[in-house]
C-alpha cells in the first residue's frame, strides 16, 4: 500500500460546480499536508498546507484532513476554467514529503 | 526575487550517456529536494540536501543516480548509463530549514533517453 493514495482521475465538471478532491494516508507520522497544483508542463505550486485535523479555507479553497480516519481533501467553490491541472495531495514530516499520484481536473466553460 | 529555475528544460539523450541536470534554488533557502515525476508514478523523492548536513539519498533508485550541492547554493544531479527508464520530469524543489511543508518547485527538466 502506498503512503498516500489519490484517485488519478480524469475528473471533469462544469464552470461553477464546486469539486472534491480526495486523498487517504497511511503513515501516522504525517504532522503536515499539502496540496499542490500543477499546470501542464509546469513544476507544482502550493496552494495550501495544515498542520491539524479540520478545515482550512483560502478563497475558493478548502483544505480538510481528518488524522482520524486518515482522509485528505479539497474543496474548490465556484470553479473556475482556470483550475483546470492536476491535484497533488501530500502528507510529511521532518522535512520529507510523500505525494499521492495527482487527480487530474477540468473545468469546461 | 527569482524562484527556483531549471537547466535544460529539455534534454535528449541516447541510452548510455551521461547527463546533468541543474538546479538554482531561491536564495537563502537552505533545504533543496529532488524528485522524479514519471507518468502514471506520481512524485518520487530522490535526494534531499540541508545545510551542511550529510545529503539524504534514500530514495535514489541505484548507483547509476548522484547529486551534489555546492556551496549550499546550486546542485546538480547526475545520472549515468541513462536507460530508457530514466526518462521522466526531473524537478528540484527548496524551502528555508525546518519549512518542509513549504516547498517551491523548479519548472523541471523533461529527459528523454532513446
Known amino acids: 500500500q502506498k503512503e498516500v493514495e489519490q484517485d488519478p482521475g480524469p475528473l471533469s465538471v462544469p464552470e461553477g460546480a464546486i469539486v472534491s478532491l480526495n486523498c487517504t494516508?497511511?503513515?501516522?507520522?504525517?504532522?503536515?499536508?499539502?496540496?499542490?497544483?500543477?499546470?501542464?508542463?509546469?513544476?507544482?505550486?502550493?496552494?495550501?498546507?495544515t498542520y491539524s485535523s479540520g478545515n482550512k479555507e483560502d478563497g475558493r479553497?478548502?483544505?480538510?484532513?481528518?488524522?482520524?480516519?486518515?482522509?485528505?481533501?479539497?474543496?474548490?467553490r465556484d470553479s473556475q476554467p482556470s483550475d483546470s491541472a492536476t491535484y497533488l495531495c501530500s502528507g510529511g514530516s521532518q522535512g520529507n514529503l510523500i505525494f499521492g499520484k495527482g487527480t487530474k481536473l477540468s473545468v469546461k466553460p | 526575487g527569482a524562484g527556483v529555475s531549471q537547466s535544460p528544460s529539455n534534454k535528449v539523450t541516447e541510452k548510455g550517456k551521461d547527463v546533468e541536470l541543474r538546479c538554482d534554488p531561491i536564495s537563502g533557502h537552505t533545504a533543496l529536494y529532488w524528485y522524479r515525476q514519471s507518468l502514471g508514478q506520481g512524485?518520487?523523492?530522490?535526494?534531499?540536501?540541508?545545510?551542511?548536513?550529510?545529503?539524504?539519498?534514500?530514495?535514489?533508485?541505484?548507483?547509476?543516480?548522484?547529486?551534489?550541492?555546492?556551496?549550499?547554493s546550486v546542485s546538480t544531479l547526475t545520472i549515468q548509463r541513462t536507460q530508457q527508464e530514466d526518462s521522466a520530469v526531473y524537478l528540484c524543489a527548496s524551502c528555508l530549514a525546518g519549512a518542509g511543508e513549504t516547498q517551491y518547485f523548479g519548472p523541471g527538466t523533461r529527459?528523454?533517453?532513446?
Do not use: C, H
Open chain 1, 61 to 76: 479553497f478548502t483544505a480538510q484532513v481528518d488524522k482520524s480516519s486518515k482522509y485528505i481533501s479539497l474543496f474548490i
Open chain 2, 43 to 72: 512524485l518520487e523523492f530522490l535526494i534531499y540536501f540541508q545545510g551542511n548536513s550529510a545529503p539524504d539519498k534514500s530514495g535514489l533508485p541505484s548507483d547509476r543516480f548522484s547529486a551534489e550541492r555546492t556551496g549550499g
Open chain 1, 25 to 49: 494516508y497511511s503513515n501516522s507520522a504525517f504532522q503536515y499536508f499539502m496540496w499542490y497544483r500543477q499546470y501542464s508542463r509546469k513544476g507544482p505550486e502550493l496552494l495550501m498546507y
Open chain 2, 111 to 114: 529527459l528523454l533517453v532513446l
